[in-house]
């Protein structure tokens, strides 16, 4: 095939690859086509592969210890001792194998999901598929906010114009083109051509895939695609710090251990087994891994209630969040669009019919063959680039089949506003597919934000050029010179301006959206001299069209939700004063602490002024992008941890600003994804919500999981730290400490990071994001709770070998079982920190049931189990030692029931003083 793609036709280009530039490629060839070339991928970095995996888990410096002793070991004839801890350190090693590759595996299933998406012609249908499954001769639809998914050969460029710094390091927009350039040029220079990696900054286009993978320029020069996810959270680096000063803590004191242990007589071997066994069991080195692993299963919980995490550290900052910045069509609204009432000519119009189904009348005292009526509908079906399709196939030639006797299910490709309009045209009898056929487009002036209107040239049979605009009210308006009255044109005088916007206040004051309609003749004349400001001048205004997007019922309880848990609601839209004050209604988030503001009312405004403000505004209307990023610097200003949605390419850079950006995952462009941490998959605002309780409920996990390890490692060192003080023998012996280790720290914890949210975990006001992991009084609870367990241990032992020597491996043994079933028992109270057991469910969740019946069969098998006995030194108990054990395993659970109980009754002292 030709590298230079740039020097040929279209046509040309579309006969070689043997693709049809209007229907595309069909199934067959996709599929012969995909074995041929392979997937639309660069090269990735090769995955770590599980051996190597499984070694580094030996890579740690007191495992590496642990090794050299038990080797030490066997060499002075402990073969049994040095047999069995070889095995539980390879057995720890495969759980902490397993934890990775399970955080691994959930990353690249996350990369998976975020991955981009490409809008493909595929047997004269559009299609959205993943920008992978593209292959060369793929007809591929481009529009502003997409970042291109392939080197393409344009076909088609309505001012379309791509940001190339990917490629070329140039940050200034190239307008494209599509006609073929002659000679040799470089890639920056072929401006009929898109590359992989490129952002469409303006205008549409389309395109056929010359290139895919790595033979596209991005993959000739090796360029990396930074991926999502891979960056540490701010608590893993603080628990990362935290857990660095545990060990050389958890050293000290094992020395100590071991050096008071030697001085006193015991074996010097005997001893420093112990206290590298102590200190391998105290020191929480899994505990970054844990909480890679809780953020893992939380962003997977996450998924499944459809927000998708593209930056780890957002899982975190989610719980912090003070306010939530919304859009309100699609994300606050159901975005499905039906024009309900217009007026035209000055005569009003009621327009039935429910959702995109074209079925519906039009009630008005015009003539529907009026001149005006005819040009209203005709501007609504021609000013319009949404597709209105049946049962997923195109109208394009089948809107006869409306006669048959069938119920279609009706859906719109496209913008939903524009979606209405061209719903309402087709219940006026026009259709695009029909019309175009005596009229073809030759120039677009495409809709954005600033511009707030769109316009189309269509060249009709005899040659003339007509534009059709639609777009604001007020925007419209003042383009316009002449109006309709009572069936003929006339002069649009300062009156009939004035009622033409009290018309538009009445419908946006009944939570419509209003569009204006307009027309202009253009005469005959050559389209390519034609510029935006010669066809947007003296414009025929016809009439408005209000259209409604009621709200989501679900996003009122949402909202309500937000309000308990202390988090704001603003909305943001660029909707007229009065619709945007009728839906926030509606929610119900205009009370007495909450305002409108306009963008107009935002311009006066400055930095200093705004973000005083900030805090008691609840609506922003008529508002575009660029005044986002002023209201989330505001927002910040004021003290506020801001999320912030969007879906345009003009909201990236607010996106950005956000301290959690959330992207439309439907209607979001390519470059607002990439620039959130967050992407909605149903573009819902009760996503946001659910994803704030996930938030939380994942830092709630985390600390549940640091309180219980933390509380049983201070356990086990405090426990061989008095007895060696008090002159006893060791109450454990290295292997009975390894594999304590293994049987509590291992399932019981994990199954913590799957617990389920507090049920009021949406009635308490949010975290304050520089908050210590130790705050409310953690610290506290694991010293206490550490204390606990050590001196009911330390007690059994101390009593049962007060009764002789002979009774030292009875001893050890109920110690032994004392101490793993503390903690076994400690796990359920971890669960909350402000519920007993019984308020949150002891059954509502299922996995630390499992995990700690697991534990304690493992436990009985080695008290028990004949061959194990002289394997972990452990003698059977009967039922009086059991009674014993169980009595003193329940203290801490106890204990720590008794000190909340006390707290709460402190509190409500308290509370009751201050009344």
């Given at each position: 095939?030709?590298?230079?793609?740039?020097?040929?036709?279209?046509?040309?280009?579309?006969?070689?690859?043997?693709?049809?530039?209007?229907?595309?490629?069909?199934?067959?060839?996709?599929?012969?086509?995909?074995?041929?070339?392979?997937?639309?991928?660069?090269?990735?970095?090769?995955?770590?592969?599980?051996?190597?995996?499984?070694?580094?888990?030996?890579?740690?410096?007191?495992?590496?210890?642990?090794?050299?002793?038990?080797?030490?070991s066997?060499?002075?004839?402990?073969?049994?001792?040095?047999?069995?801890?070889?095995?539980?350190?390879?057995?720890?090693?495969?759980?902490g194998?397993v934890?990775?590759?399970?955080?691994e595996?959930?990353?690249?299933?996350?990369?998976?999901?975020?991955?981009?998406?490409?809008?493909?012609?595929?047997?004269?249908?559009?299609?959205?598929?993943?920008?992978?499954?593209?292959?060369?001769?793929?007809?591929?639809?481009?529009?502003?906010?997409d970042?291109?998914?392939?080197?393409?050969?344009?076909?088609?460029?309505?001012?379309?114009?791509?940001?190339?710094?990917?490629?070329t390091?140039e940050?200034?927009?190239?307008?494209?083109?599509?006609?073929?350039?002659?000679?040799?040029?470089?890639?920056?220079?072929?401006r009929?051509?898109?590359?992989?990696?490129?952002?469409?900054?303006?205008?549409r286009?389309?395109?056929?895939?010359?290139?895919?993978?790595?033979?596209?320029?991005?993959?000739?020069?090796?360029?990396?695609?930074?991926?999502?996810?891979?960056?540490?959270?701010?608590?893993?680096?603080?628990?990362?710090?935290?857990?660095?000063?545990?060990?050389?803590?958890?050293?000290?004191?094992?020395?100590?251990?071991?050096?008071?242990?030697?001085?006193?007589?015991?074996?010097?071997?005997?001893?420093?087994?112990?206290?590298?066994?102590?200190?391998?069991?105290?020191?929480?080195?899994g505990?970054?891994?844990?909480?890679?692993?809780?953020?893992?299963?939380?962003?997977?919980?996450?998924?499944?209630?459809?927000?998708?995490?593209?930056?780890?550290?957002?899982?975190?900052?989610?719980?912090?969040?003070?306010?939530?910045?919304?859009?309100k069509?699609?994300?606050?609204?159901?975005?499905?669009?039906?024009?309900?009432?217009?007026?035209?000519?000055?005569?009003?119009?009621?327009?039935?019919?429910?959702?995109?189904?074209?079925?519906?009348?039009?009630?008005?005292?015009?003539?529907?063959?009026?001149?005006?009526?005819?040009?209203f509908?005709?501007?609504?079906?021609?000013?319009?680039?949404?597709?209105?399709?049946?049962?997923?196939?195109?109208?394009?030639g089948?809107?006869?089949?409306?006669?048959?006797?069938e119920?279609?299910?009706?859906?719109?490709?496209?913008?939903?506003?524009e979606?209405?309009?061209?719903?309402?045209?087709?219940?006026?009898?026009?259709?695009?597919?029909?019309?175009?056929?005596?009229?073809?487009?030759?120039?677009?002036?495409?809709f954005?934000?600033?511009?707030?209107?769109?316009s189309?040239?269509?060249k009709?049979?005899?040659?003339?050029?007509?534009?059709?605009?639609?777009?604001?009210?007020?925007?419209?308006?003042?383009?316009?010179?002449?109006?309709?009255?009572?069936?003929?044109?006339?002069?649009?005088?300062?009156?009939?301006?004035?009622?033409?916007?009290?018309?538009?206040?009445?419908?946006?004051?009944?939570?419509?959206?209003v569009?204006?309609?307009?027309?202009?003749?253009?005469?005959?004349?050559?389209?390519?001299?034609?510029?935006?400001?010669?066809?947007?001048?003296?414009?025929?205004?016809v009439?408005?069209?209000?259209?409604?997007?009621?709200?989501?019922?679900?996003?009122?309880?949402?909202?309500?939700?937000c309000?308990?848990?202390?988090?704001?609601?603003?909305?943001i839209?660029?909707?007229?004063?009065?619709?945007?004050?009728?839906?926030?209604?509606?929610?119900?988030?205009?009370?007495?602490?909450?305002?409108?503001?306009?963008?107009?009312?935002?311009?006066?405004?400055?930095?200093?002024?705004?973000?005083?403000?900030?805090?008691?505004?609840?609506?922003?209307?008529?508002?575009?992008?660029?005044?986002?990023?002023?209201?989330?610097?505001?927002?910040?200003?004021?003290?506020?941890?801001?999320?912030?949605?969007?879906?345009?390419?003009?909201?990236a850079?607010?996106?950005?600003?956000?301290?959690?950006?959330?992207?439309?995952?439907?209607?979001?462009?390519?470059?607002?994804?990439?620039?959130?941490?967050?992407?909605?998959?149903?573009?819902?605002?009760?996503?946001?919500?659910?994803a704030?309780?996930?938030?939380?409920?994942?830092?709630?996990?985390?600390?549940?999981?640091?309180?219980?390890l933390?509380?049983c490692?201070?356990?086990?060192?405090?426990?061989?730290?008095?007895?060696?003080?008090?002159?006893?023998?060791?109450?454990?012996?290295?292997?009975?400490?390894?594999?304590?280790?293994?049987?509590?720290?291992?399932?019981?914890?994990?199954?913590?990071?799957?617990?389920?949210?507090?049920?009021?975990?949406?009635?308490?006001?949010?975290?304050?994001?520089?908050?210590?992991?130790?705050?409310?009084?953690l610290?506290?609870?694991?010293?206490?709770?550490?204390?606990?367990?050590?001196?009911?241990?330390l007690?059994?032992?101390?009593?049962?070998?007060?009764?002789?020597?002979?009774?030292?491996?009875?001893?050890?043994?109920?110690?032994?079982?004392?101490?793993?079933?503390?903690?076994?028992?400690?796990?359920?109270?971890?669960?909350?920190?402000?519920?007993?057991?019984?308020?949150?469910?002891?059954?509502?969740?299922?996995?630390?049931?499992?995990?700690?019946?697991?534990?304690?069969?493992?436990?009985?098998?080695?008290?028990?189990?004949?061959?194990?006995?002289?394997?972990?030194?452990?003698?059977?108990?009967d039922?009086?030692?059991?009674?014993?054990?169980?009595?003193?395993?329940?203290?801490?659970?106890?204990?720590?029931?008794?000190?909340?109980?006390?707290?709460?009754?402190?509190?409500?002292?308290?509370?009751y003083?201050?009344?």
């Amino acid at each position: 095939m030709p590298e230079q793609w740039y020097s040929l036709t279209g046509e040309e280009v579309a006969a070689v690859l043997q693709s049809d530039p209007h229907r595309g490629l069909d199934e067959r060839e996709v599929r012969e086509r995909t074995a041929r070339f392979g997937p639309n991928e660069l090269a990735r970095t090769p995955r770590v592969p599980l051996w190597r995996m499984f070694l580094e888990q030996f890579k740690d410096f007191m495992v590496l210890i642990l090794l050299a002793a038990t080797v030490i070991s066997g060499f002075l004839g402990e073969y049994v001792d040095a047999a069995t801890i070889m095995v539980i350190v390879i057995i720890n090693a495969i759980l902490g194998c397993v934890q990775e590759y399970r955080a691994e595996r959930s990353m690249e299933a996350l990369k998976e999901l975020t991955a981009p998406e490409a809008r493909v012609i595929r047997g004269g249908l559009e299609h959205k598929i993943p920008a992978a499954g593209l292959v060369p001769g793929d007809v591929v639809l481009l529009e502003a906010g997409d970042r291109v998914p392939a080197d393409l050969r344009l076909l088609q460029a309505m001012h379309l114009e791509l940001e190339e710094s990917a490629l070329t390091g140039e940050s200034v927009p190239v307008k494209k083109q599509v006609e073929a350039i002659s000679g040799k040029v470089t890639p920056e220079d072929a401006r009929n051509m898109a590359f992989l990696g490129t952002v469409v900054t303006r205008g549409r286009g389309r395109g056929i895939v010359v290139a895919t993978g790595m033979a596209t320029e991005m993959g000739r020069i090796a360029g990396l695609i930074q991926e999502a996810g891979s960056e540490e959270t701010p608590l893993q680096r603080r628990l990362a710090q935290l857990g660095r000063g545990l060990v050389a803590f958890c050293l000290l004191v094992c020395a100590l251990v071991v050096a008071v242990g030697i001085y006193r007589g015991e074996p010097a071997y005997q001893m420093f087994l112990a206290g590298v066994s102590l200190a391998v069991a105290a020191i929480p080195e899994g505990l970054p891994a844990i909480v890679t692993v809780a953020l893992a299963i939380g962003v997977q919980r996450m998924i499944r209630r459809r927000a998708i995490i593209r930056k780890l550290p957002a899982v975190e900052t989610l719980g912090c969040a003070t306010v939530i910045c919304s859009d309100k069509t699609g994300t606050l609204t159901q975005n499905e669009m039906t024009v309900r009432r217009a007026v035209v000519g000055q005569a009003p119009l009621e327009i039935t019919g429910e959702g995109y189904d074209p079925k519906g009348e039009i009630i008005t005292s015009l003539s529907l063959r009026s001149e005006e009526l005819q040009l209203f509908f005709k501007i609504a079906a021609l000013c319009n680039n949404a597709v209105l399709t049946r049962s997923g196939i195109t109208i394009g030639g089948l809107f006869r089949s409306l006669v048959r006797r069938e119920s279609p299910v009706w859906s719109i490709n496209g913008d939903p506003t524009e979606g209405a309009l061209l719903v309402m045209a087709a219940k006026g009898g026009f259709w695009r597919e029909e019309l175009e056929r005596q009229e073809k487009r030759v120039m677009e002036f495409p809709f954005d934000s600033e511009r707030k209107r769109m316009s189309v040239v269509y060249k009709q049979a005899d040659g003339t050029l007509v534009a059709y605009i639609k777009g604001a009210p007020d925007v419209v308006l003042e383009l316009c010179s002449h109006h309709y009255r009572q069936g003929r044109m006339v002069p649009l005088t300062p009156r009939q301006r004035e009622e033409i916007l009290r018309q538009n206040a009445a419908m946006a004051s009944d939570a419509l959206r209003v569009l204006a309609l307009a027309w202009r003749r253009l005469g005959p004349r050559t389209e390519g001299d034609l510029t935006e400001a010669e066809v947007e001048q003296n414009l025929i205004f016809v009439g408005l069209a209000g259209m409604i997007d009621p709200p989501r019922p679900a996003a009122v309880v949402a909202v309500q939700r937000c309000r308990r848990a202390g988090i704001k609601v603003v909305m943001i839209t660029g909707d007229h004063r009065l619709t945007a004050g009728a839906v926030a209604k509606e929610l119900g988030l205009l009370g007495s602490q909450g305002h409108i503001l306009t963008g107009s009312e935002l311009d006066q405004l400055d930095d200093e002024r705004l973000g005083r403000v900030a805090g008691e505004v609840a609506v922003y209307a008529r508002v575009s992008p660029r005044h986002k990023l002023r209201i989330v610097r505001a927002l910040k200003q004021a003290g506020h941890v801001v999320a912030m949605t969007g879906d345009g390419i003009n909201d990236a850079p607010a996106i950005k600003e956000a301290d959690i950006g959330i992207a439309m995952g439907i209607t979001g462009t390519d470059v607002t994804k990439e620039a959130s941490s967050m992407v909605l998959a149903d573009d819902n605002f009760t996503t946001i919500v659910a994803a704030v309780e996930e938030g939380r409920g994942i830092y709630d996990n985390i600390r549940k999981f640091i309180r219980y390890l933390l509380s049983c490692n201070v356990g086990e060192v405090m426990v061989m730290l008095f007895a060696v003080l008090a002159g006893l023998p060791l109450p454990l012996l290295p292997i009975q400490i390894l594999w304590m280790n293994l049987i509590t720290d291992g399932l019981p914890a994990m199954a913590l990071g799957v617990d389920p949210p507090d049920p009021d975990i949406m009635y308490r006001p949010p975290r304050h994001p520089r908050e210590s992991i130790f705050a409310h009084g953690l610290a506290w609870r694991i010293l206490g709770s550490g204390l606990v367990i050590s001196l009911g241990t330390l007690l059994v032992f101390a009593g049962v070998y007060s009764l002789g020597h002979v009774h030292l491996d009875l001893a050890r043994t109920m110690a032994f079982n004392t101490l793993v079933f503390s903690q076994l028992f400690f796990v359920f109270t971890c669960r909350s920190e402000r519920h007993t057991i019984w308020e949150v469910g002891l059954f509502s969740n299922p996995h630390l049931l499992a995990a700690v019946c697991c534990s304690i069969l493992l436990q009985l098998a080695v008290t028990y189990v004949p061959c194990l006995q002289p394997v972990f030194h452990t003698v059977p108990l009967d039922a009086s030692h059991w009674l014993i054990v169980i009595l003193v395993s329940l203290t801490p659970p106890l204990f720590n029931t008794a000190f909340r109980h006390l707290q709460l009754r402190a509190r409500e002292k308290i509370m009751y003083i201050k009344v």
